[in-house]
């Protein structure tokens, strides 16, 4: 039955019917209660942008860095949807990128960064090519939220230069915007039990020192997000009642036989600082954000997700940093920028997706 179910979401049709009854009644979280928040627009030189089409929802999210950002990127997750990723190769030859587009709508979703290049274009930002013009690069990464609503409904290049346009150095909005509208958690179960999830920014200011790390994320794991500070989970697969979570690594553990469809998930994001770094220690650093990843999704890496983690220098800061420490704190940024999209998540009640706030509201 949840195979016959989770197929009915893939194709875009109504799994309100399939799915016990639930009580909507979101509340505002308390910010007391959240991790540390902060934006990845805080790293100095860094402006974001959302689109979303909120008729099915989905979306995408753009980071533009208009001096150019040295990048790098680890691929953690088997089934990766990207665009640009062998350019960021410390051993091939572009230095530094113009922006990172990251996107729902599956393959289709690629589609969004091309927007991204033409407004580039006209910017006249890009890799210079003699007299001719510029060539932007924009590497991006997708999510599978294709079974949210209706399957037709995809970011396009528009979409992506609508973004751009809306793009901005100031605080990022959270939630169901942009590359989280349509993300979804919890999905072992099938998609009777999972919850919405969504789009998450935080950062962190080291010290004296000048040095910014922030990290900007949209969750849509095949597993339950978890608080590192507490172990707790905080949204995920839920109870037969729809009172509780089931905790889906202790179904594993006890022999659960997972039911799920690979590539219809993954969890995308992007960790800055203004530091300057190689592309040999941009990639690093990517590398050690997907600790981030493993604190706060559990599980995690499947053989169900796609899950890609950027890295950007914007190079602002004359402070020599250390590629490890930096790496560490990405990691530590990135776990709280997964908890806040699962929590600052709203409900979907027309398609019997519930978040956190409904959960939190119960007490």
Do not use: W
């Amino acid at each position: 039955m949840l195979r016959r179910e989770f197929n009915r979401s893939l194709l875009g049709l109504p799994l309100a019917a399939a799915i016990p009854s639930l009580a909507f009644g979101a509340v505002d979280v308390d910010p007391r209660s959240m991790p540390e928040g902060g934006s990845i627009t805080d790293v100095p030189g860094l402006k974001v942008g959302n689109y979303t089409l909120t008729e099915r929802p989905t979306g995408c999210t753009v980071l533009i860095c208009e001096s150019g950002a040295t990048a790098g990127v680890d691929v953690r997750g088997s089934a990766p949807g990207t665009r640009e990723t062998d350019l960021l190769s410390p051993i091939n030859a572009v230095q530094q990128v113009n922006a990172i587009m990251l996107s729902g709508g599956s393959a289709y979703g690629l589609d969004a960064a091309g927007g991204v290049m033409r407004y580039l274009e006209e910017n006249k930002l890009g890799y210079k090519i003699g007299s001719l013009g510029v060539v932007p690069i924009v590497p991006a990464a997708i999510l599978m939220d294709l079974g949210v609503g209706n399957f037709k409904i995809r970011p396009t290049a528009e979409s992506g230069y609508q973004a751009c346009l809306a793009a901005s150095a100031g605080p990022v909005a959270e939630g169901n915007v942009g590359a989280g509208a349509g993300a979804t958690i919890g999905k072992m179960f099938g998609p009777s039990f999972m919850m919405k999830s969504g789009l998450g920014t935080a950062s962190v200011k080291i010290g004296d020192t000048g040095i910014v790390v922030g990290a900007l994320v949209a969750v849509n794991a095949v597993g339950d997000v978890v608080r590192p500070d507490t172990g707790k989970i905080v949204a995920g697969a839920r109870s037969e009642d729809g009172k509780g979570y089931r905790d889906s690594m202790a179904a594993i553990m006890g022999g659960y036989n997972v039911v799920a469809r690979k590539g219809a998930n993954t969890t995308i994001g992007v960790v800055a600082t203004n530091a300057k770094f190689t592309k040999t220690q941009m990639t690093k650093i990517a590398q050690m954000a997907h600790d981030g990843y493993a604190r706060a999704i559990n599980p995690v890496h499947t053989m169900y997700d796609g899950d890609t983690i950027f890295s950007m220098s914007t190079g602002t800061s004359d402070v020599t940093a250390d590629e490890s420490a930096i790496g560490a704190i990405a990691a530590t940024v990135m776990a709280r920028a997964i908890v806040r999209a699962a929590m600052q998540a709203t409900s979907i009640p027309s398609l019997g997706l519930p978040a956190y706030r409904d959960y939190a509201r119960r007490g």
